[in-house]
């Protein structure tokens, strides 16, 4: 196994400018080991209630992804999380986040989990991030994300979980209002002086961009003509750099760049559709065929 996840699985109801959706697969474990299977073998850990349907983990084990740590609370209710999106996809709105099974959950990693090599953080309770990283045995890279519900609800132990994990990637609204600070320069600096080596900030339409020590690198989004919706993008994002930094083995700052453009080809899927139906139907030929087109939006020659 390369890749260790704890994070949320979620039913949402989503509403866009283009259409809406109810009770639908998703969460941030869901979207990113979806996404990081195409690259390398991930195992997940999250916890859902007994509502959560048998073809749900059914689609997740087809990816190959190992679902022995998910947990199902007998008579529980799944997570819930509620949201809406303007013109601008770029800013959620949170109608409501019911956490339910999330309330009591205590993240207990498998035995013979311990030991994987990357582990990614998945937006869900700092606190909860920091007993899953009390688990894990010498990880070689560990990286996390988290959303404004926690930078309100629990910034300082947030601020330790940023101690502990080498790449934080988080979306530039959140890195804005953690670091208390408008400019993405000023917050990006304050964000590293807690401890990461990398941050990738994400910045939805309009790409990523990698702040690395002295080091910026800019990466562009993909212009799509049709979204539908951005849920998960992130998350989608997240799990293309992991799954590419597990497959390759590599966490220089080279492959780290390379990774953000995986990532922000697997994100430029995910909002073709609702939940995770562009995902199911994706082939490696159309991600590798995605990528070259990166390539050619960014290419420019000398003078
Ligand atoms: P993204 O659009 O990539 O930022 O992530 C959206 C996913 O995050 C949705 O599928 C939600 O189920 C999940 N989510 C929303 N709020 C929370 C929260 N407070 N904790 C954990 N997961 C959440």
């Not at 997740?60 to 007998?74: K, S």
């Not at 959950?105 to 909860?128: G, K, M, Q, S, W």
């Not at 404004?148 to 940023?162: D, M, Q, T, V």
């Not at 080498?166 to 953690?178: K, W, Y």
Request: with cysteine.
């Amino acid at each position: 196994m390369d890749i260790l996840v704890v994070g949320s699985v979620a039913f949402d109801s989503v509403e866009t400018p283009f259409g809406k959706a109810e009770e639908v697969l998703g969460g941030s474990a869901t979207y990113f080991s979806t996404s990081a299977s195409f690259f390398s073998d991930v195992a997940l850990v999250a916890v859902v209630g007994d509502d959560f349907p048998e073809e749900h983990k059914k689609m997740l084990e087809a990816r190959n992804i190992d679902i022995r740590g998910l947990q199902t609370v007998p008579g529980g209710k799944t997570f819930r999380w509620k949201g809406r999106y303007e013109y601008d996809l770029n800013q959620a709105h949170t109608l409501d986040t019911q956490l339910n099974v999330f309330s009591d959950f205590n993240p207990t990693i498998p035995e013979d989990y311990r030991d994987i090599p990357y582990v990614f953080l998945a937006n869900i309770d700092p606190e909860l991030q920091m007993e899953v990283l009390e688990q894990v045995k010498n990880p070689k890279l560990v990286a996390c994300d988290t959303m404004n519900f926690w930078i309100e609800g629990k910034p300082e132990a947030l601020k330790k979980i940023f101690g502990k994990t080498e790449l934080v990637i988080i979306n530039d609204s959140e890195a804005r209002e953690f670091a208390g600070n408008a400019n993405l320069v000023k917050a990006a600096a304050k964000i590293l002086a807690c401890g990461p080596k990398t941050l990738i900030v994400k910045q939805g339409e309009y790409g990523a961009l990698m702040f690395s020590g002295s080091s910026v690198f800019s990466a562009p989004a993909y212009p799509l003509e049709d979204i539908f919706d951005p849920t998960g993008a992130g998350d989608c994002f997240a799990g293309g750099v992991m799954g590419y930094l597990a497959k390759t083995g590599d966490t220089s700052e080279a492959n780290i760049r390379r990774a953000i453009i995986v990532g922000s080809v697997m994100a430029s899927f995910n909002v073709e559709a609702f939940s995770l139906n562009r995902l199911k139907a994706l082939t490696v030929e159309e991600i590798s065929l995605r990528y070259g087109e990166f390539r050619q939006l960014t290419h420019f020659e000398d003078l």
